[in-house]
């Protein structure tokens, strides 16, 4: 039964990883061929458009915090690696779930002040000239932290319990040190 349990929540980190991941792909794609637009503009055709560089800007956060639940779920953070590495067998497990708490609390924590954060980017703007508010940008914040806390969730479920996932004494296994 746990196993059962520990495979869903594996497979719902899995989804969205994946999900995640086409989002940022779309983004990037969006960045480069923003730049690329700004190129044009500055040294080619001088349109002068505004908005250009806080577009990308813009973007590249988004891309960049919706990047950290991708690490999460494959748990991808070397100060994870250099505190486990330095730790016996059997306490790796706890630690990692302690770690795991920590980290949901963490994520929780800029979630609901990053709520408040994004609404008071609708009253501020990108740029007077465009009219658009800072409730998008903003938005990143709780949206990623909301994404990074079901991250969490899920691979403490997925991983509970399994230090051979993360057997960290295999040379098979990447590691930082």
Request: with cysteine.
């Amino acid at each position: 039964m746990l196993n059962n349990v520990k495979k869903i929540f594996g497979n719902i980190s899995e989804a969205i990883s994946k999900v995640n991941a086409v989002v940022i792909v779309i983004l990037m794609m969006i960045l480069v061929i923003d730049v690329w637009i700004g190129v044009l503009d500055r040294y080619v055709f001088g349109w002068e458009i505004a908005w250009i560089e806080e577009m990308a800007r813009y973007f590249m956060i988004w891309a960049v915090l919706l990047a950290v639940p991708c690490a999460l779920a494959k748990r991808e953070h070397i100060g994870l690696f250099l505190v486990l590495n330095k730790m016996p067998r059997a306490l790796r497990i706890p630690v990692l779930v302690i770690l795991d708490i920590i980290t949901f609390i963490f994520f929780l924590i800029i979630f609901i002040y990053g709520l408040d954060f994004a609404n008071s980017g609708a009253e501020k703007y990108v740029d007077s000239i465009i009219g658009v508010t800072m409730f998008v940008p903003y938005l990143s914040i709780p949206t990623f932290a909301f994404i990074s806390c079901l991250q969490v969730i899920c691979t403490g479920i997925r991983d509970f319990g399994d230090i051979h996932v993360y057997d960290l004494d295999e040379k098979s296994h990447r590691s930082f040190t």
